[in-house]
């Protein structure tokens, strides 16, 4: 916890972005660059103080609806919401994990990993980050405008608005109570920088939880918005002279998940060393090309015509190595076929295996009769303090 910082009292509502990879899924799990933007539709959490000794977990989107007795939760991890984060989540003691399940499991067990998955994230963040002693019930209720696991970074989006919840209500992060004037926002943006650095941490542990081995890449732009190319274990920097691209969003309603197709691509990697090496190196090359061409564009070198003319063929190019690791889909292929015939290009973005497709549009292109998507190069993190029944105006973290 911040030295000056105390729980706080309030309620919160807090809203994350989901994103979308342009380039450079899967194989950002093995160092290569991934380039990603924060997209439109967000997660929504409500976070408020309850009188009562219960803890309570409203989550439609996956259908759960759980409460339990603050005695009944685990003692506190002694990570004390900061410095140590050498732990994988996945590897809590088997003791305290059949505890968690078994808080999880209760008496309504309907075998749903979606739910399992999202219940043991927040326990697992909750003991995590409460402060000991802290004996005040709360009740959190969480809704996105994201498709649940269809790749566009849903976990994600759960995970920051999760792990920013937790923070600030126990105290690890101090966020200004009133609207802060002009003069003083540039004060606080070390403390921000800080703030952000915490609430990334910790949701990439919730995604451990949900994913096994994320990269990282998704609760990175949920946490910081705007367009990143991101590489494991080097971090994120912001895309040079991306402003905004059109896109065209398919959702093919095929279910998957994230943990069990990047655990396939994993067993192509062990098997065929020498194959997917190489192709892991060409996804690189889509990556770095995508950069560069930012960049010159920025550099005034080529025009939005022209990034958008080698896009599409970096499109097809990272769609076909994406087939090759085994993540397409019938439903993918048959989106890219309809959308080739009146000459657009589409790839699978996120894990793939079903989710969503992504289509480039021209400026202009499908206007009226199409909905279409944005893809921003701002998009942050937000907060509202809900204050004497009105919403304060929102403000970044
Ligand atoms: N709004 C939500 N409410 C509760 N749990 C959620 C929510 N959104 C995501 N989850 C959790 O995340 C899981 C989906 O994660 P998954 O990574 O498979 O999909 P995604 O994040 O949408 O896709 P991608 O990782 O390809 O971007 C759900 O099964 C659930 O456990
Ligand atoms: C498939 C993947 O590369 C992106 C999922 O949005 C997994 C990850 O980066 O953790």
Redesign the pocket.
């Known amino acids: 916890m911040a030295a000056d910082s105390k729980p706080y009292d309030g309620p919160l509502l807090i809203s994350a972005p989901g994103k979308v990879i342009l380039f450079g899924e899967h194989a950002v799990v093995y160092k290569k660059t991934a380039i990603a933007a924060s997209l439109g539709l967000r997660?929504y959490l409500y976070l408020e103080n309850r009188s009562d000794n219960v803890i309570h977990l409203e989550?439609p989107?996956?259908g759960l609806s759980r409460s339990w007795n603050l005695h009944d939760l685990p003692q506190p991890l002694p990570y004390a919401g900061s410095a140590d984060d050498s732990h994988h989540p996945l590897d809590m003691p088997a003791e305290l994990k059949q505890q968690l399940m078994s808080l999880i499991i209760g008496d309504d067990y309907d075998k749903n990993?979606?739910k399992e998955?999202?219940a043991l994230a927040f326990l697992y963040l909750y003991i995590s980050l409460v402060t000991p002693g802290d004996v005040r019930g709360l009740s959190v209720s969480?809704?996105?405008t994201l498709p649940?696991?269809?790749?566009?970074?849903?976990?994600?989006?759960?995970a920051v608005v999760l792990a920013t919840a937790l923070l600030i209500h126990f105290g690890h992060i101090v966020v200004p109570t009133k609207t802060v004037a002009e003069d003083q926002v540039q004060d606080r943006s070390e403390e921000r920088e800080q703030a952000l650095s915490q609430v990334n941490r910790w949701a990439f542990k919730a995604e451990q939880v949900?994913?096994g081995n994320p990269s990282g890449v998704?609760n990175a732009v949920a946490s910081y918005g705007g367009a990143k190319r991101y590489t494991k274990g080097e971090g994120f920097a912001s895309l040079r002279g991306f402003k905004s691209l059109r896109l065209l969003l398919t959702n093919t309603t095929v279910p998957r998940?994230?943990a069990v197709l990047v655990a396939g691509v994993g067993d192509k990697c062990r098997n065929f060393p020498n194959v997917m090496n190489p192709i892991m190196d060409a996804v690189q090359a889509i990556s770095d090309d995508c950069a560069s061409l930012f960049e010159r564009h920025a550099d005034g070198e080529v025009s939005k015509e022209q990034v958008v003319t080698r896009i599409e063929d970096l499109f097809d190019l990272n769609h076909c190595l994406l087939s090759a690791m085994g993540v397409s889909h019938p439903s993918l292929e048959q989106v890219r076929n309809i959308t080739r015939q009146h000459g657009l290009r589409t790839k699978l973005t996120?894990?793939g295996g079903g989710?969503c497709a992504v289509t480039i549009l021209r400026d202009g292109e499908f206007a009226k009769s199409v909905g279409f998507f944005y893809l921003s190069s701002a998009n942050p993190l937000t907060l509202q303090i809900p204050h004497k029944k009105r919403l304060m105006p929102s403000f970044q973290i």
Do not use: N
């Open positions: 997660s989550l989107d996956v990993p979606a998955q999202a969480v809704k996105s649940v696991g269809a790749g566009l970074g849903s976990s994600a989006g759960f949900i994913h998704d998940s994230t996120g894990a989710g």
